[in-house]
């Protein structure tokens, strides 16, 4: 069961921190003042999530959860790394990374909501508190969707080209983690694949309302120990301070 717990947990932190990461690229750099404070904001939110998974995973190891976190975050080699392919993407352009981020709440929404009712009362608790700030990140990222999507010509041809980009890497959403099943016969989770109706319900409605079209494109199935190069790339710069000297008390 901790293999598999471990496994689970990894895949939940890890798909926090590298979007978190990504969504940190834009400090100093989004379209308008206001935004560039609020992506800061949200970048901090989803890596405080990720720690706080890391922090479970502590716990259950037995490790100590001041430190841990970090150590899976800044000493882990890329191949170790549980994330889905669509976070670990460059930043793009701002429809990129609104749809991106769009996607992915939606996402967080419905898994959130299930993991709420887990009978692992710790994954429970986590999943509650976390729930609260990732609704008003899907409030956010949603209404993004609607302004650019139904806004001029130029923005609504880049979500769409976001979207179609962005489409085949969604199926990773819903593929089984490690370890998975052991985890739903204990009733601890539930299927990744019975998330995808919740997912299509909440994301389908708000792309045709703007004016956005839902692509043909199959959906990739791919574990999540399948990475791209652009993940390598990443955590070289992102893991590069800590590793300089790895015992010391940053």
Known sequence: ???????????????????????????????????????ANLALDEIGHASLWY???????????????????????PQDFRNIQM??????????TIMR???FDAYEQVRLEALSQSGYEILAQVAMKIRQEEF???????AW??????GTQ??????????????????QLFQPIAGESELIQAGYVIASENLKDKWQDKVYPTLIESS??????????????THTHHLEVLLSEMQSVARLEAEANW
């Open 212 to 225: 956005l079209v839902i692509p043909a494109t199959p959906q990739l199935h791919m574990n999540r120990q």
């Open 55 to 77: 922090s479970v995973l502590a716990e259950i190891e037995e490790q100590d959860p001041a430190v841990y976190p970090d150590r899976l975050a800044y000493f882990r080699e």
């Open 136 to 142: 008003y990140h899907y409030r956010h990222s949603s």
């Open 1 to 39: 069961m901790k293999t598999a717990l471990r496994e689970y947990l990894l895949a939940l932190a890890d798909d926090e921190l590298i979007l978190g990461h990504r969504a940190s690229e834009w400090c100093g750099h989004a379209p308008i003042l206001e935004e560039d404070i609020a992506f």
């Open 154 to 171: 130029e923005s609504q041809r880049r979500m769409q080209i976001a979207l179609d980009e962005l489409w085949a890497y969604t199926g």
């Open 101 to 103: 981020q769009y996607l």
């Open 145 to 150: 969707v609607r302004r650019l999507g139904a």
């Open 87 to 96: 976070v670990e993407l460059p930043k793009g352009d701002w429809a990129f």
